[in-house]
């Protein structure tokens, strides 16, 4: 199983970006797929996440700006990211947990490779 993400970059305050991050191979279900973020010396943090459903969380920080939104039939999750701020300068990652047969209720979680974002005042 691999996540790849791609969309990050440079970009000025108050601007836009948007990640996306397909997963492919062995997969048999996703259920939650979302995005972490780690800025230099801080530990990593949930940005937000999406159930196969379309339930949605956000970290406080992020509400009313970052908009998270998945195509099941394409194992993809994408991170609309609005106003953005120098704060939200980070390596983003991606994460999907999910099953990789249907013979087993195990979940396993991957992540893709981290992609950067730079913010500028």
């Given at each position: 199983?691999?996540?790849?993400?791609?969309?990050?970059?440079?970009?000025?305050?108050?601007?836009?970006?948007?990640?996306?991050?397909?997963?492919?191979?062995s997969?048999?279900?996703?259920?939650?797929?979302?995005?972490?973020?780690?800025?230099?010396?801080?530990?990593?943090?949930?940005v937000?996440?999406?159930?196969?459903?379309?339930s949605?969380?956000?970290?406080?920080s992020?509400?009313?700006?970052?908009?998270?939104?998945?195509?099941?039939?394409?194992?993809?999750?994408?991170?609309?990211m609005?106003?953005?701020?120098?704060?939200?300068?980070a390596?983003?990652?991606?994460?999907?947990?999910?099953?990789?047969?249907?013979?087993?209720?195990?979940?396993?979680?991957?992540w893709?490779?981290?992609?950067n974002?730079?913010?500028?005042?």
């Amino acid at each position: 199983v691999q996540l790849q993400a791609c969309g990050g970059g440079l970009v000025q305050a108050g601007g836009s970006l948007r990640l996306s991050c397909a997963a492919s191979g062995s997969i048999f279900s996703i259920n939650i797929m979302g995005w972490y973020r780690q800025a230099p010396g801080k530990q990593r943090e949930l940005v937000a996440a999406i159930s196969s459903g379309g339930s949605t969380n956000y970290a406080d920080s992020v509400k009313g700006r970052f908009t998270i939104s998945r195509d099941n039939a394409n194992n993809t999750v994408y991170l609309q990211m609005n106003s953005l701020k120098p704060e939200d300068r980070a390596v983003y990652y991606c994460y999907a947990d999910l099953r990789k047969s249907g013979l087993s209720p195990n979940t396993f979680r991957y992540w893709g490779q981290g992609t950067n974002i730079s913010v500028s005042s």
